[in-house]
């Protein structure tokens, strides 16, 4: 508990122009644990004299009793008389008011009222949204810690021009992966295999900075030690990333690799949408625009159109030929769509044995996403219409999914 000896701990801030009947009444304050407020001068440690508005008040805990004391000081020489102590005999009191005024040029900075231009000007929405200075960075920001050469600042220019890369390049993933794995489609196509190839090695090279930047601990403090940064990295997204970043499609694109492994790769991509709730946790700060929300919503919602279109023809396309008795289904609607646009099925009795022909890969899609489009909005035209169990299975759950 304070005793009466708590007057005394600052008592090297008192000089001989401290009046002696205040600091009496600061010393009963203490000695009857009570709450006073005092003008008083006292000394900085360069023994220049201040005048300070001091408030005490006692902290008491759970049982009522005094553990401490809590005292603030404002700094109040600006509105006092100037001070003419042994530095300033001699002054005149116009010099003595001058030195007054510099020594508490921090009082008038907070006094004085903010710029009306600081008031009025606002960034646009867009701005905020989409710039890369520090209006959208944490606030901790404001002082950079001290990192190795080969650390990066997470919150860097360059870091956050790098993360919209990979933002992109995670949509184009979200995109071209389903795509790909429910059509089946073979890259041959020599420019659509380089640029995949293009964006595995930015993966990869995603992998080798994410091993060098910086990240936010659990107290919000910046963790740049570059044992701690592996360690959690590997802990992590580490094995996510390296999936993601295997270059399927090159495997893919070889003739001689066999069917049941050129399958298992493809579906293996699938692990790259996981990507995705590393973009999730990015889009949190800008949840607060409308606009932002907005077309967010428009993107998740083609998103996940395209997903169920190609989720619809992979159902469609297992079930339109019965592996059993090698005969299709005539109430399929892969069967009825081909009909309709002129490009039926044919079997080949000279050559494969097997069912050819039907509508093309891009007609497949849009009446795919046509049809997911309608479902989804709970408009439905029936001009494309499931018929088998999996269909019609597939298709309420797809109207559940609308109507919320």
């Known amino acids: 508990?304070?005793?009466?000896?708590?007057?005394?701990?600052?008592?090297?801030?008192?000089?001989?122009?401290?009046?002696?009947?205040?600091?009496?009444?600061?010393?009963?304050?203490?000695?009857?644990?009570?709450?006073?407020?005092?003008?008083?001068?006292?000394?900085?440690?360069?023994?220049?004299?201040?005048?300070?508005?001091?408030q005490i008040a006692p902290i008491r805990n759970e049982h009522e009793k005094v553990v401490l004391f809590l005292c603030t000081f404002k700094d109040i020489t600006l509105f006092k008389q100037p001070i003419e102590d042994d530095s300033t005999k001699g002054w005149t009191k116009f010099a003595r008011l001058t030195r007054a005024l510099t020594n508490s040029r921090s009082v008038l900075q907070q006094l004085t009222p903010m710029n009306k231009a600081e008031v009025v000007h606002k960034h646009s929405r867009l701005a905020e949204v989409l710039q890369l200075g520090s209006d959208i960075l944490p606030q901790y920001k404001q002082e950079a810690?001290?990192?190795?050469?080969?650390?990066?600042?997470?919150?860097?220019?360059?870091?956050?021009?790098?993360?919209?890369?990979?933002?992109?390049?995670?949509?184009?993933?979200?995109?071209?992966?389903?795509y790909n794995v429910s059509?089946?489609?073979?890259?041959?196509?020599?420019?659509?295999?380089?640029?995949?190839?293009?964006?595995?090695?930015?993966?990869?090279?995603?992998?080798?900075?994410?091993?060098?930047?910086?990240?936010?601990?659990?107290?919000?403090?910046?963790?740049?030690?570059?044992?701690?940064?592996?360690?959690?990295?590997?802990?992590?997204?580490?094995?996510?990333?390296?999936?993601?970043?295997?270059?399927?499609?090159?495997?893919?694109?070889?003739?001689?690799?066999?069917?049941?492994?050129?399958?298992?790769?493809?579906?293996?991509?699938?692990v790259r949408l996981l990507r995705l709730g590393r973009v999730a946790r990015k889009l949190?700060?800008?949840?607060?625009?409308?606009?932002?929300?907005?077309?967010?919503?428009?993107?998740?919602?083609?998103l996940v159109a395209h997903w169920l279109a190609c989720i619809w023809y992979s159902i469609g396309d297992y079930e339109v030929i019965d592996e059993v008795t090698n005969t299709i289904k005539t109430d399929s609607w892969l069967y009825q769509l081909a009909l309709s646009i002129g490009?039926?099925?044919?079997?080949?009795?000279?050559?494969?044995?097997?069912?050819?022909?039907?509508?093309?890969?891009?007609?497949?899609?849009i009446s795919s996403l046509y049809f997911t489009m309608t479902s989804l909005t709970t408009i439905g035209f029936g001009n494309i219409a499931p018929t088998t169990d999996g269909e019609k299975i597939f298709s309420v759950a797809m109207m559940m999914v609308g109507c919320k």
């Open 1 to 54: 508990q304070p005793t009466a000896s708590t007057c005394h701990s600052f008592h090297f801030m008192y000089g001989e122009l401290t009046d002696k009947k205040t600091i009496e009444k600061v010393r009963q304050t203490f000695d009857n644990y009570e709450s006073n407020c005092f003008e008083i001068l006292l000394y900085k440690k360069n023994r220049t004299p201040v005048w300070f508005y001091m």
């Open 284 to 302: 949190d700060h800008y949840l607060e625009y409308g606009a932002a929300v907005l077309v967010l919503l428009v993107c998740v919602f083609g």
């Open 145 to 178: 810690p001290k990192t190795p050469p080969h650390i990066i600042l997470h919150y860097c220019a360059f870091k956050t021009t790098w993360d919209w890369v990979i933002l992109i390049l995670t949509f184009y993933t979200a995109i071209m992966v389903p």
């Open 343 to 365: 490009t039926p099925y044919r079997y080949n009795t000279t050559g494969s044995g097997q069912w050819e022909g039907g509508p093309s890969k891009d007609s497949l899609y």
């Open 183 to 270: 059509f089946k489609t073979k890259q041959n196509n020599i420019a659509w295999l380089v640029l995949d190839s293009v964006v595995d090695v930015i993966f990869l090279v995603d992998i080798v900075l994410n091993f060098h930047t910086t990240f936010v601990g659990p107290g919000g403090e910046v963790i740049s030690d570059p044992k701690l940064i592996r360690m959690n990295y590997l802990k992590t997204w580490f094995v996510i990333d390296l999936l993601s970043c295997l270059p399927y499609d090159i495997i893919n694109a070889f003739e001689n690799v066999d069917e049941g492994i050129s399958s298992l790769f493809s579906s293996l991509k699938v």
